[in-house]
């Protein structure tokens, strides 16, 4: 399981999620409190947005907490949204190609959780990827693959029912294959002007997921774990949520892909 960090609101250096506070994301790499796998040293990335419509993006292999590139960078960085992720890999390589964020466009997205038995369908999995999208298939990941299959099904025009279809066809192949657990997903995407997030599964332990309001810094703060180890006024996401963040309001929602499983099973 990997940990992400995301924020939307007023201009922040990214120190101040990344590597400031006590339980900071690179802190998070080496000692996560939440997920199985306390270790997520498969690699790092960044994904930022400030006066250009596209997304900056950096990402390497090395663990995060060795790269004083990485600190550098999120010492001058200033941005308004941004989304970065420490990997632990579920079973492909450890190379860039395969690090998140993933960009396509002005869209950016990251991922926590898995699907069951991807590596007996990802030859099927790649073929739902339409030709607009496929050559921006890099990597070997469920991850990227689900993204782009979801900016075939109208990510752009609606992200919630895009990813809905996505997630559901993506569980019904991992249903057929018969291995478990079909789908866990703690996702965070954006357009550069919205920051959406889902906690999702399908089963009873779903990613965690949290946000909060952050009245200094004028924004939201999205994780996968709080970033300071009292944890106070952090929200919890409940289980089958889609969250959309504006600079200063955030809406949360059912996200259900069961009536988009039926059509896909």
């Not at 309001?213 to 709080?226: H, L, R, Y």
């Amino acid at each position: 399981m990997c940990r992400w960090a995301a924020w939307q609101g007023a201009p922040l250096f990214l120190s101040e999620i990344l590597t400031a506070p006590a339980h900071s994301l690179i802190h998070q790499s080496r000692d996560a409190s939440e997920c199985k796998t306390a270790i997520n040293g498969d690699g790092f990335g960044l994904a930022w947005y400030d006066r250009r419509p596209t997304p900056g993006l950096y990402r390497d292999v090395y663990p995060a907490w060795s790269d004083p590139n990485l600190r550098s960078i999120a010492d001058q960085v200033q941005a308004r949204l941004f989304m970065a992720h420490v990997r632990a890999s579920t079973g492909t390589a450890t190379s860039r190609n395969n690090c998140h964020p993933f960009v396509h466009g002005i869209w950016s997205f990251m991922h926590n959780g898995q699907v069951g038995g991807f590596e007996r369908f990802r030859k099927a999995a790649d073929m739902m990827i339409d030709d607009a999208h496929y050559a921006h298939r890099k990597g070997a990941t469920d991850s990227e693959a689900l993204f782009l299959v979801a900016c075939g099904m109208g990510l752009e025009s609606d992200p919630k029912g895009a990813m809905e279809r996505a997630v559901a066809a993506f569980e019904a192949k991992s249903r057929a294959t018969g291995t478990t657990p079909h789908m866990r997903l703690a996702a965070a995407l954006s357009d550069g002007d919205t920051l959406y997030a889902i906690r999702y599964a399908s089963d009873d332990h779903a990613p965690s997921l949290y946000y909060r309001w952050n009245a200094v810094w004028q924004g939201w703060s999205v994780v996968s774990e709080p970033f300071e180890t009292a944890g106070e006024g952090w929200t919890e996401v409940p289980k089958g949520s889609f969250c959309r963040f504006t600079p200063t309001e955030v809406e949360v929602s059912p996200f259900d892909a069961s009536t988009s499983l039926e059509k896909a099973a």
